[in-house]
């Protein structure tokens, strides 16, 4: 794309409100605009980046056997009731609304229930099972204080994939594979070397559930890591017997445990039979007795993981994107005013858009130092400049964002790098 | 994707409370589920569908230099009251909800102001006009009836563009860009044969508006068409003078119009600066004055589409799904329990997907009249039938969902068909 075209513009300063270093670079960059606290707006820019790290999740959920499907957001409350969810004392993030018809309906803020409840129409016997669903859908919940940026919002972009199983042992088994798919997601969305499965509380249904953590000094959790094992356990079960129990089964010591702060970028849940239970899902078995389905829930909120993304992996001048969420990945730039200039950027832009390679062109009128700055802030991961001065030595000069060098390259070496 | 591994069923009959062809239909199929009335949940076989309408009307925005972006669903009421739009007296269909940390949001209805706000940050200069965004977005419309299944909900997709330009003249070419981008995705979504582009009110700002509306039994609009001309009326300013003039003006009568029952599909409005004026987004011109952006909008429902298609293109026996919009191209069914035939049809699937050929595989264990049954049901345009009978000819039993007959093709010939 021709940034000549591209309708946003990047900007000295964030709103004097944003607290937060990913929603403050996002902006600045011109990838998101805040409508209000903890509700943004995604531009061009930051919605490609979203839609990049939605289809690595994708890929992943549809490897695992998963069914992409899309709830709503409007919940009726006696679905909720059934599972003693609606009240605003048990779920206290509850955004309500009153129909004009009559009766009060909620926002959802995730979709155990409504999910529940569908599969009651297209589950009934075990030749049904097992079932695995998931959709990209905004959640809303009506949090009292919003300082993370787009790491929580009010109103933000989840993955949520549902499981349904015959038994535990099903359960069991295709937690262990959303587990690897997640590991592959975070690795493939470039913080898997920062990101430890850790050891949560359970809840009432099982001992452990598990997160996936991200070590960052921006975090809102406590987790202690062992590096070694790339391990780890959430606060709120450290210094419980049952877990000093588990690291040493484990091999670890607690002495061995480092204490990091970190962002939750995903969760596995078994839950079991308490959905199916109150909602009334169950399935005729082979013996013929009519027994509830066992369920499982996991997360990923694609909008908290681009957060997480800024927060790891930008520095003083601005965002660096891994390659596999780039908003494009070549950002290719000219300098000076020489129609010679205009004519090889122009040429050089049409042959990568010919090769399949995405392309931001700054074909824009203005200085050097303004497009490297914004370069360096937008944070595409390979810069080619085209100049008076490379187009003499017959060469490109390509910098890496990482990188605090430019190389200069002849542009046969230069395809073959990509 | 074999059907074995969907976990969607048909049904044989739609919920008592649903009412309208196109939610009984596409219930009964599989592709949706109700949640309320007015809220429905998009099922794998649905959700492919809405995707493949996206897909449409995303390449015809691209193409005529649309920037796809996000805006949100809660909605700062200080930017509403700018427009006098937050006050229910003014429009009734908001749905408004609590903050926890104090104050009131809407619930998107439509998007003019957030997205005119938002261009105050990126819109100084002439240099920056023209911008043309769009989005996929959800919109919540607090309906007090429901009654027309998914073309018009609470709750529902809309594909809503909207153009900033320097001047009048530029609004008006871009305006007629759309028009032609409205037709080409009604043409290529099936229903362009019925779909007219009729006159209707232009509100304040200009004479006359556009809508496409679909003529359809199961409308809620009334139109008056001229079939030669594909040119067509609203009956709101059908019997004005000023109609009379324009009918008089295109070589038309009153007489040779025929009224006509329709659903609106589309519609194409120019604002003006009415939106512009009130929230400050004005541009400094090339002799240095400030003065505000031209602005137009431009939606069309995906969803409302999805329903349109299928109330129009249905028959007594289910769905009749155009090709650019099918869930999938080819309904592979086997019949029988014999080996050599789930042999045949495992190996053709296989070669089908490797051909990038989007199937579904009816590979389950039932008698032949129900598998027909759920082809015809779920609507998909081309049905192959693999059995002993065809295995014995050396041939597959080929249907078009649109034909009556089914007729026997060797492998290549239906491939080269394809």
Redesign the interface.
């Known amino acids: 794309m021709r940034q000549t075209?591209?309708?946003?513009?990047t900007?000295k300063e964030a709103p004097a409100d944003e607290v937060s270093k990913n929603a403050q670079l996002l902006i600045r960059a011109?990838f998101i605009?805040k409508?209000?606290?903890g509700?943004?707006?995604?531009?061009?820019l930051?919605?490609r980046v979203l839609k990049n790290i939605e289809e690595i999740i994708r890929e992943e959920m549809n490897a695992i056997?998963g069914?992409?499907?899309?709830?709503?957001?409007?919940?009726?409350k006696e679905v909720w009731e059934k599972t003693n969810r609606f009240s605003d004392d048990v779920m206290?993030v509850w955004?309500?609304?009153?129909?004009?018809?009559g009766g009060v309906?909620g926002?959802a803020p995730t979709h155990e229930e409504?999910i529940t409840r569908?599969?009651t129409?297209?589950?009934s016997s075990y030749k049904?099972l097992p079932?695995y669903?998931y959709q990209f859908q905004?959640k809303?919940r009506?949090?009292?204080?919003t300082k993370s940026g787009i790491m929580r919002g009010?109103?933000f972009l989840m993955k949520d994939l549902y499981s349904f199983d015959a038994d535990q042992a099903g359960l069991d088994a295709f937690y262990e594979k959303v587990s690897d798919a997640y590991i592959h997601i975070f690795d493939r969305a470039g913080i898997g070397h920062l990101t430890y499965k850790t050891f949560a509380s359970g809840g009432v249904f099982s001992k452990y559930s598990h997160e996936f953590q991200t070590v960052s000094d921006s975090g809102e959790d406590i987790i202690y890591i062992n590096e070694e094992q790339k391990k780890a356990f959430n606060k709120e079960i450290y210094g419980e017997a049952e877990t000093d129990k588990l690291i040493a089964d484990m091999a670890m010591t607690k002495m061995g445990l480092i204490e990091k702060k970190s962002i939750e970028v995903g969760n596995i849940f078994k839950l079991g039979t308490k959905f199916s239970e109150s909602l009334g899902l169950t399935y005729t078995n082979e013996s013929g007795n009519s027994v509830p389905v066992v369920m499982g829930s996991y997360g990923i909120g694609p909008s908290r993981l681009m957060g997480t993304i800024v927060e790891l992996l930008s520095d003083e001048k601005g965002i660096v994107w891994p390659e596999a969420v780039a908003p494009f990945r070549v950002h290719l730039v000219i300098l000076g005013n020489s129609p010679e200039v205009a004519v090889a950027g122009d040429m050089f832009y049409e042959k990568l858009k010919t090769l399949g390679v995405e392309t931001l062109y700054d074909d824009r009128d203005l200085r050097p130092g303004e497009k490297f700055a914004d370069s360096d802030l937008i944070g595409i991961p390979t810069r080619v400049v085209i100049s008076e001065k490379t187009l003499q030595a017959g060469k490109l000069e390509v910098k890496k964002r990482i990188a605090s060098e430019a190389e200069m390259m002849d542009e046969e070496e230069f395809l073959r790098s990509l």
Chains 1, 2 share one sequence.
């Open positions: 075209q591209l309708f946003t513009k900007r011109g605009h409508e209000m606290a509700v943004y707006t995604f531009l061009p930051g919605l056997g069914q992409e499907m899309i709830l709503t957001t409007l919940q009726d206290d955004f309500k609304t009153d129909l004009k018809a309906v926002l409504p569908v599969m129409n297209h589950i049904d079932v669903a905004t809303f009506n949090e009292v204080r009010r109103e």
